[in-house]
């Protein structure tokens, strides 16, 4: 391929002879665009692609010929394989098809409610209709009072009441119209509810009240003072005639509840930690940043960290009203207590109870684990009470 034009170079450098050296070397530099030839280039090219492209629809033809030949000869033998390549293509638009069928006949509630949602849902049918508070007070699922206390100033009289089978201190109570537990716990001398039998027999008082004896030294005004009671009124109720007490006298005090450690022992509602080994606090009641997103959401309990297969017991006595599994909690347990509490344990890596089962707090219910929504081994522990989740640690602490 000739690239220079000989003579335009020559005669290019005659006529700038007689220049100065810097005019010659300037020669030399500029000349080099001069000498190329652009129709030999483009003429190169253009044969160049030309048989290029000869040779590729040459070697394209053959390969098409071969493929031909190929599909001829061996299609008697492997038929089966484009119906295989049809059924796979085919394979994820049948099962979408089938999804959307299943989801517009199925129950919108198994698609739509969180676990969450059940969950607080199945505590609230737990829940019992009525309940009392810390003092003991009972009200309805409202949060209403639904009795009515006698007029504290009529002489107290009392009778004899034989337990039915699935009464209860407060069920009774309310069918004598007593506003509080304390009374029937107090004057029967009940030390846990949880003895109560059918058949038992009871006293049962006309009002709400304690029974209090007398100790050396006390009088009617100390005991006004100490129970937030007027000194008339003891002595209305017990038909008193003089303020003179008796050491060993049994007195009923109208409206008196018992101190809330004294209800709560015996409620059996001093709560025990269900890990007894070593555990660590890693997450607490309330809003908190989720393990894996970050973002703030409601942290129904306590996350109380421990190894795998650590033994978890049942923080109050009860019984067993679900065991099973949930993408939040994993394997769970739900255990409903006689005063309106239930208590949740979850993440359990195996559950060693049964629905139905009654438990104690020496009862274990299962082995700590990392199953569900966990970032490790741990138990996570919730309690409500009536339905309602309340913080666990003003209980086990």
Same mark, same amino acid.
């Given at each position: +391929?000739?690239?220079?034009?000989?003579?335009?170079?020559?005669?290019?450098?005659?006529?700038?002879?007689?220049?100065?050296?810097? !005019? $010659?070397?300037?020669?030399?530099?500029?000349?080099?665009?001069?000498?190329?030839?652009?129709?030999?280039?483009?003429?190169?090219?253009?044969?160049?692609?030309?048989?290029?492209?000869?040779?590729?629809?040459?070697?394209?033809?053959?390969?098409?010929?071969?493929?031909?030949?190929?599909?001829?000869?061996?299609?008697?033998? #492997?038929?089966?394989?484009?119906?295989?390549? !049809?059924?796979?293509?085919?394979?994820?638009?049948?099962?979408?098809?089938?999804?959307?069928?299943?989801?517009?006949?199925?129950?919108?509630?198994?698609?739509? !409610?969180?676990?969450?949602?059940?969950?607080?849902?199945?505590?609230?049918?737990?829940?019992?209709? @009525?309940?009392?508070?810390?003092?003991?007070?009972?009200?309805? !699922?409202?949060?209403?009072?639904?009795?009515?206390?006698?007029?504290?100033?009529?002489?107290?009289?009392?009778?004899? #009441?034989?337990?039915?089978?699935?009464?209860?201190?407060?069920?009774?109570? $309310?069918?004598?119209?007593?506003?509080?537990?304390?009374?029937?716990?107090?004057?029967?001398?009940?030390?846990?509810?949880?003895?109560?039998?059918?058949?038992?027999?009871?006293?049962?008082?006309?009002?709400?009240?304690?029974?209090?004896?007398?100790?050396?030294?006390?009088?009617?005004?100390?005991?006004?003072?100490? #129970?937030?009671?007027?000194?008339?009124?003891?002595?209305?109720?017990?038909?008193?005639?003089?303020?003179?007490?008796?050491?060993?006298?049994?007195?009923?005090?109208?409206?008196?509840?018992?101190?809330?450690?004294?209800?709560?022992?015996? +409620?059996?509602?001093?709560?025990?930690?269900?890990?007894?080994?070593?555990?660590?606090?890693? @997450?607490?009641?309330?809003?908190?940043?989720?393990?894996?997103?970050?973002?703030?959401?409601?942290?129904?309990?306590?996350? +109380?960290?421990?190894?795998?297969?650590?033994?978890?017991?049942?923080?109050?006595?009860?019984?067993?009203?679900?065991?099973?599994?949930?993408?939040?909690?994993?394997?769970?347990?739900?255990?409903?207590?006689?005063?309106? #509490?239930?208590?949740?344990?979850?993440? +359990?890596?195996?559950? @060693?109870?049964?629905?139905?089962?009654?438990?104690?707090?020496?009862?274990?219910?299962?082995?700590?684990?990392?199953?569900?929504?966990?970032?490790?081994?741990?138990?996570?522990?919730?309690?409500?009470?009536?339905?309602?989740?309340?913080?666990?640690?003003?209980?086990?602490?």
């Amino acid at each position: +391929m000739e690239i220079f034009n000989c003579s335009s170079q020559m005669s290019f450098s005659k006529s700038y002879s007689g220049r100065n050296r810097i !005019a $010659r070397s300037f020669s030399r530099t500029a000349s080099f665009p001069v000498r190329v030839n652009f129709a030999n280039i483009k003429g190169s090219a253009a044969a160049f692609l030309k048989k290029l492209r000869m040779e590729t629809t040459s070697v394209c033809a053959a390969a098409l010929r071969s493929a031909g030949s190929a599909v001829v000869r061996y299609a008697p033998s #492997y038929w089966w394989i484009p119906l295989c390549a !049809a059924a796979t293509a085919a394979l994820p638009v049948c099962i979408s098809s089938y999804l959307e069928k299943k989801a517009e006949t199925a129950l919108p509630v198994e698609f739509l !409610a969180p676990d969450m949602e059940r969950i607080d849902r199945m505590m609230s049918e737990f829940a019992d209709s @009525s309940y009392f508070d810390n003092e003991g007070n009972i009200f309805d !699922a409202d949060g209403i009072s639904s009795v009515q206390t006698a007029a504290v100033r009529d002489h107290v009289t009392y009778q004899t #009441y034989t337990v039915k089978s699935g009464e209860s201190v407060s069920s009774i109570s $309310r069918k004598f119209g007593l506003s509080n537990i304390s009374t029937l716990i107090a004057v029967n001398g009940i030390t846990n509810v949880r003895s109560l039998r059918a058949g038992q027999k009871l006293k049962v008082p006309s009002s709400d009240g304690l029974i209090h004896t007398v100790q050396k030294g006390e009088t009617l005004a100390g005991l006004s003072v100490k #129970y937030s009671v007027t000194v008339e009124d003891i002595l209305d109720v017990n038909e008193l005639e003089s303020e003179v007490l008796s050491v060993g006298e049994s007195l009923f005090i109208p409206g008196a509840k018992l101190d809330s450690v004294t209800l709560q022992r015996a +409620m059996g509602e001093l709560f025990t930690k269900p890990i007894r080994a070593s555990w660590r606090l890693t @997450s607490r009641f309330g809003l908190r940043p989720d393990p894996f997103t970050g973002v703030k959401s409601r942290h129904s309990g306590i996350d +109380m960290a421990c190894p795998t297969g650590t033994a978890i017991y049942s923080a109050l006595s009860g019984k067993v009203s679900f065991t099973g599994y949930s993408s939040i909690y994993g394997n769970y347990v739900i255990i409903s207590h006689y005063d309106g #509490y239930q208590t949740l344990y979850g993440h +359990m890596s195996k559950i @060693s109870c049964k629905k139905g089962q009654s438990v104690t707090q020496d009862t274990k219910i299962g082995l700590v684990g990392n199953t569900g929504y966990s970032t490790g081994p741990h138990l996570h522990f919730s309690v409500y009470k009536n339905g309602k989740l309340i913080d666990p640690l003003t209980l086990i602490k």
